[in-house]
Each structure stands twice: as C-alpha cells, then as structure tokens.
C-alpha cells in the first residue's frame, strides 16, 4: 500500500468518482467487431453477430480473496481480470469483453487504483480482451473486484461440464499445487516479518510458486492448440478450487463415476520440494489447493493419440459409471474414495 | 439482522459455497428463449437470437449504499437487482438476465441468505427476468453485492445519453427526491434508537417515502407505454445520482446545454412536506437526492402532443447549445448555473 500522507500521491476524494471514471476510461479504440460502446452509459452494447453469448462472474474479497500485505496491487489487477478468463475458456471458448467493478476504501490513493488498472489492462492486452464497462464504488473497508466476462461462440464449440461419457480419459492441464504452495511461502514470510520486522524476507529460489500465486495464467494457449489438433473435449472446467472437488463437479453434472492414478498428477518439482519442507504431501496440495487456474477436462479415447505428444496435457485417470464412485489408486495399488477433503486412506 | 445464536437458523458454514450455490440454484425452469444455462457450468449462456447485447453491472457495499440497522434483508435483495433493471430501462431496452455475485460475513445465517434470495427472485418475476449465475463467497466483514444485468435488442431501438438536439424537451417521469426523504428519515429514527433504546420507531405517515428508500422500482412501465405510443426517446439514462448531475451526463454526452424550470420538478407533496420539516428545500433534494430510478430523457417538440397528458411524464425543461451551459430558472425568473452540487444562487 502507497501511503496516504505522501504528499504527490492523489487522495481519490480530490478527483470523484466521475473523474475516476474518466480516468478509467480512457482507453484505447475498440478493436474487437464484437464491441459496440464501452465505458460512458447506462449499458456497455456489443455484437454477437449470430453467435451464442457466454458470461461469468466472480468476486474478489480483501482479506479472504488476497491480502495487500503482499500482493502488489498491479498483480492484483491482473489476477482479477485472469481468474474471470479462465471461466470463459473452461467453456473452450476466448474472452472478449469484461466488465470490472471496483470498491475502494479512503485508504487507497488514484495512484494505486491506476496501479490495480494497470494490471487489469494487461491481462486484457495479453489475453485480447477489451474493458467496456464497470461500477466504481466506495467501501468503508478494504477493497471488493467483481468481475464479468463475456465471450461467443457456435453451440457446437462450447463444452459443459456435463459432456462426459464413461470410459473417456480424463486431462490436466500444467501442473497443480504450486499456487498453493506459494501462498503458504507467503503466509509464512509475513508472519516472520510480523514477528521480526528487521528480517527481509526470504523468498529466494521460490519464483515459479510466487508467480503461480501472484500472477496466474488462464489456458487460453490450451484452448487454441485443442483447436488446431482438432480436438473437442467432452467437458471441462477450470481447476479453480482444487483438483478433487472439480472432477467431483463433472462426475456430478455428468452422472459419472472416475478412477484417478495419484501418481499420474502433475506437480512442478520445486513445488513438491517447498511443500514437503511444510510436511504437505504435494498430491494434496494438488488435489485441495485451488487457484492454479488449470484446465480439467475429458477426451473421447480415440483423440489420445492427438494429445500423448503435448507436454502440457496429462491423464490422470478415466471416468467410470456412477455406481463406481470417484476412486483414487496410490502407488502402492490401494484404492480409496476420493472427496473434496482429499482421500480417505490419508486422513 | 437475524441472530446467529438462535438454534433453529443454520450457519451457512453448515452448507457451505456448493449448498448454498445448490440451494440459490434451485429457480424454475426457465421461459425465456434466449436463456440457454443458467447456473451450474462456469458459465452462463444466452441465445441473443441476432439482437445486440447490452450488459450493465453495479456493485452495493454494506455501510456505503446499505444499512442493515434498518434495511430488511428482502428488500435488499429486491433493491439489489432493481437498480441493475433501471440501468437496462435507460437504454430503452428491457432487462432479460441478471448475475448476481454475493459476498457474506460469517454473523450471516442461511435463513439470511433465504430472505435475500426471496426479494431478488421477487424482483426477477416482477420484471420478467431470469437469474443465471453469480458467485458466493465470503467477506471479512459486512455484505456485498454485485449484480450484472442483460438485455437484447435492435440497434435501432436503443437510446443513447448522447443522441439529444438543441430545443428538444427535457423530461423526467414520476417524481423526484422521496427516495432521499426516506434516507433521511430512516437515519433520523435510527439515531433516536441509538440515544434511546426505548422510543419505537415513527415511521407513520410517511410510507411512500419509506417505500422510495427500501423497495424502489424501475420504470418498465413507461418503456412499454413510450413504445405503445411510438415514441423513441432521443437520449436517456436513470436518474441514480440525483437530476442535476444526470442533466449533465446528457448534456456532455450530447454536446449541449440545457434550461431547466425549478418549479416544474415533480416532487411528491408527502416528500416535500417531511423535507420542509428537515429545512431542506425539496428542489434541491429532487437535484441532488439520487436513488429514485426515475426516467430522465430528451423528446423532439413533434412528440409533446402524445405525452402531454401521461400523468407519469412531466416536462422540466429544454435542450440548449452547449455555449448557453447548463441553467436552472427559479420561479422568481432568476436564472443561475445549474451544477452537480446544485445551483449557485442557493449556495
């Protein structure tokens, strides 16, 4: 947090929320033929030109949702504007609009509400998404982001979660458990500091699961490699809450059971190494931790050729019946019942 | 608020996200033809049947925009998704779906969440639209609420802040300044409480501007009758903020000016009296009261016929050049610059 008593920072009383919205505002022409009017009205308008409409939202909460104490406002931007993406793309179809509102309390300045637009516009940038449209608003307490993202496609190109059949081979996308991993780096870092506020913190050797933390990606890179190779999947969705309760998700919309191979789970090694340093088993931290932002979806067998080659995309198991349960095999060849809590052999 | 202590209501820890998304999940089936999903997928999808798309989203945040000292949680709700409506109405176009993303603090119980739900879903049948999405989550502290709104419609039908011309009629429909009366009076009896616990509330007699202030309705009505009568509006928005400032949205919009008679402001005699009571002149809280979601719009002179005898349309003025600036015209034929603080020779 810039602080408030600087004197060449800006109080946002000075400008008003009009003149914040100004500031907002102004950005670059539409280039999407999908947009209409953006910031400026009582409606953003856009154009389907004969496709369906998708949209999803979400709400991102001071204190329970990210903590100021060590994400940089800028990250924070572009985390809020990523995690609405990613719901887009779970859909197997591109973000082409969002809406943001903002809640600020006093304690924020118009320096560092430029700060969280900064990174709310580079993810637009990056993932070709343009901002049209958003409510600013005062808060008595920390700081609220509520995102909405739009986008369109055929019916035939989106992919609910309720497209699984049995027997089809279930994917990850990447690796999970990092950002979970680098969120308790931080915890810990800030309890130090808090504890000893002389200690610098030690962060070193740990970028990829700060960066997994403080600034994830949506797998918009997925979406079009499936695409090229000709590949649909059968459902999807993001790996936003953790591993075990999104399968537990499709299983459910697609009256399904599934077989996970623990051993199959993709984690990034120097993730693996930092949680069991905390005496997390990382294929918890995978199954439970949330916020990696991956993509969990199912594929007919005969697209497994297709996708054996991509580094990026692992099975894990396969669906079954419903009557089978979700099921998950350690190494050892033990089978136990999977829930979102994790699995029960381990508990 | 409904105490948590009470052993009959249920915590929402008790249901947790997914019961509780299950729980507001469970909404009729839908009727309109362009609602494909609703809630359940990472997205909602919508069929906008060759139509544009407009989207407008605004965020209240308890303590700011809400008190729930003395707003019923119902209420709430249906004021929630009402002023989303009315952004919708000012575009000329009718609301379809609504999101609805909700951030709650542990002191909520279920049966909280139930009597919210109870006047979004109130509001959504009163104005024909279908809730199809949003996100749960939790807040350190207090309650926010952040609805996004959908419509459909040609683009020849919708109206724009900026289409207004010089000499056209300024009009606002309903009246102006209750809803700030009730504000007044809500918090008027709340301190009353505060400094004696004892006294009960007297809210009598004053229940029209109680009903501005806690269950506010958008004009639908007068979308459908300008349609009936074939009128288009030239430029419109709601009036939120207060009239003064949305004069001056459509005045900068449209590149114009405009002169307003004080005395032809509608305000309802009940809202008048109370504020006389309070010393506040009417005029200036119809100004700069906000809250009421009526209908501000520009008409062509060829159209004065057709409305001049609705009862719910009143004529407060005319469209001038921008190099005119924006006047007001007290009954004593002074005429001041009209500002969003009000008008000068008040000040």
């Not at 680098?182 to 870092?189: P, W």
């Not at 700060?210 to 649909?232: C, F, N, S, V």
């Not at 294929?283 to 050729?305: P, R």
């Amino acid at each position: 947090m810039i602080e408030e008593t600087n004197p060449e920072l800006t109080n946002l009383q000075q400008i008003g929320e009009f003149g914040l919205i100004e500031r907002i505002g102004q950005t670059k022409k539409f280039v999407h033929e999908q947009t209409i009017k953006g910031i400026g009205d009582d409606c953003a308008v856009t154009d389907p030109q004969g496709k369906k409409v998708l949209l999803s939202t979400d709400l991102l909460c001071e204190g329970v949702h990210f903590d100021l104490a060590y994400v940089p406002l800028k990250h924070l931007g572009y985390k809020a504007a990523v995690v609405n993406f990613s719901d887009m793309l779970a859909m197997n179809v591109k973000p082409a609009q969002l809406l943001m509102n903002i809640a600020l309390s006093a304690k924020f300045t118009v320096e560092a509400v430029d700060e969280l637009y900064k990174g709310i516009h580079a993810a637009c940038e990056k993932y070709g998404v343009e901002l049209i449209g958003g409510d600013t608003s005062s808060s008595i307490r920390g700081m609220v982001l509520s995102g909405t993202v739009i986008g369109y496609a055929d019916e035939e190109q989106i992919v609910y979660r309720s497209g699984a059949a049995e027997r089809e081979l279930l994917c990850v996308t990447g690796d999970l458990g990092a950002a979970y991993a680098g969120l308790r780096l931080l915890e810990r870092e800030k309890q130090i500091f808090k504890d000893n506020p002389a200690v610098q913190p030690d962060l070193s050797g740990n970028d990829y699961i700060l960066e997994r933390q403080l600034k994830p990606e949506a797998r918009i890179d997925i979406i079009t490699a499936l695409a090229e190779m000709g590949i649909k999947p059968t459902a999807m969705m993001d790996i936003s809450d953790g591993l075990a309760s999104e399968i537990g998700h499709i299983c459910k919309a697609s009256g399904l059971g599934a077989h996970i191979y623990l051993n199959r789970i993709p984690v990034d090694p120097s993730a693996a190494s930092f949680l069991e340093e905390l005496k997390v088993h990382p294929g918890v931290a995978a199954l439970n931790g949330g916020e990696d932002y991956e993509l969990l979806f199912t594929l007919k067998q005969s697209d497994y050729e297709k996708i054996s080659k991509s580094p990026d995309i692992t099975i894990i198991g396969y669906m079954s019946a419903a009557s089978e349960g979700i099921k998950i095999e350690t190494p050892d060849g033990r089978v136990s019942d999977l829930t979102a809590g994790g699995w029960n052999a381990f508990q």
